[in-house]
C-alpha cells in the first residue's frame, strides 16, 4: 500500500518572506527617492530644523507619506554608504528604536539590541519551519513568513542605515511613523495567535468528537450479533440459570 505524501506549506512561508521583505525594501527606496526628488507639483519639499522632509497627502486629514532627510552629505565610503544612498542623492533619517518608534531616545544602543534581537528571532523562525508540524500548518507557516519577512526587511536597514526607514503616517490619530515591515509584523502576530487559539479549539473539538466515535462505535459492537462481547454476556446469563 502506497502512503500519500503530507502535504507541505513550506512554500507558503518562504514566498510570504521573500515578497513581504522585498516589497518592503522596494517601497523604502521607492517613496523616499520620490519624496526627495520628485517634482514640487507631487509632493512638498521643507527644511524642519536640521531636518529635510518630504510629504504627500493620501488622504487629506488622514493619511500621507513622511520621508526625513539628514542635510548633511553622505560620509561614509564602500558597500554600505552605497546602499544608503542607492537611487538617492540624500541620506534617509531613521528610526533607531522598535516597532512604531518604541526605544528610539537610545540612539545606536537601542539599535544594536533591537538587531540581535531580529536575528535570533530569524533563526528560530528558520529552525521552527524545519518541523513535520509546521509545514503541515498553513496559518502557522503563514504567519511565519509574514513575522520574517517584516523582521529581515527592518534588520537591512538596521545593518545598513544603523536604523529603520519609516515612511507611512496616519496623522489622525497621530500613530508613530512606520512601514511595510512593521505591517508585516504587526499582521503575522495576529495571525500567529488566531491560529494558536483556533488551532488549540479545533484540536479539542476532534478529540472529543473521536472520543465519541469510538465509544459508540465500542458500544454498538457489543450488542452487534456475534460480537465477542455479546456472546460473553450471553455465555454469563446461560450459566446464571
Not at 78 to 89: D, E, I, Q
Not at 174 to 186: G, K, R, T
Request: charged share 15%; glycine share 10%.
Amino acid at each position: 500500500m502506497t502512503l500519500k505524501a503530507e502535504r507541505s506549506f513550506r512554500g507558503l512561508l518562504w514566498g510570504l518572506a521573500l515578497f513581504g521583505a522585498l516589497l518592503d525594501q522596494s517601497t523604502k527606496y521607492g517613496v523616499f527617492k520620490w519624496l526627495h526628488d520628485s517634482p514640487a507639483e507631487t509632493r512638498v519639499l521643507n527644511v524642519q530644523g536640521d531636518v529635510q522632509q518630504g510629504e504627500h497627502v493620501v488622504v487629506p486629514g488622514a493619511f500621507k507619506l513622511l520621508a526625513q532627510f539628514d542635510l548633511g552629505k553622505e560620509q561614509g565610503t564602500g558597500v554600505s554608504a552605497t546602499l544608503r544612498t542607492l537611487f538617492l542623492n540624500a541620506s534617509p533619517k531613521v528610526n533607531q528604536g522598535a516597532l512604531f518608534g518604541l526605544g528610539g531616545d537610545y540612539a545606536s544602543l537601542a539599535n544594536a539590541i533591537f538587531a540581535g534581537v531580529s536575528i535570533v528571532a530569524a533563526l528560530a523562525i528558520v529552525y521552527w519551519s524545519t518541523r513535520r508540524t509546521t509545514a503541515r500548518d498553513w496559518a502557522l507557516c503563514a504567519a511565519l513568513g509574514l513575522i520574517l519577512a517584516g523582521t529581515v526587511g527592518n534588520l537591512y536597514d538596521r545593518i545598513v542605515f544603523n536604523g529603520v526607514r519609516d515612511f507611512l503616517y496616519f496623522h489622525l490619530i497621530e500613530w508613530p511613523v512606520f512601514n511595510v515591515a512593521d505591517c508585516c509584523l504587526v499582521c503575522g502576530a495576529f495571525l500567529l495567535l488566531a491560529q494558536a487559539f483556533l488551532g488549540r479549539s479545533a484540536r479539542t473539538e476532534t478529540l472529543t468528537t473521536s472520543a465519541a466515535s469510538g465509544t459508540s462505535a465500542a458500544s454498538d459492537a457489543s450488542h452487534r450479533p456475534g460480537s465477542p462481547a455479546l456472546t460473553a454476556m450471553i455465555g454469563t446469563d446461560c450459566s446464571d440459570q
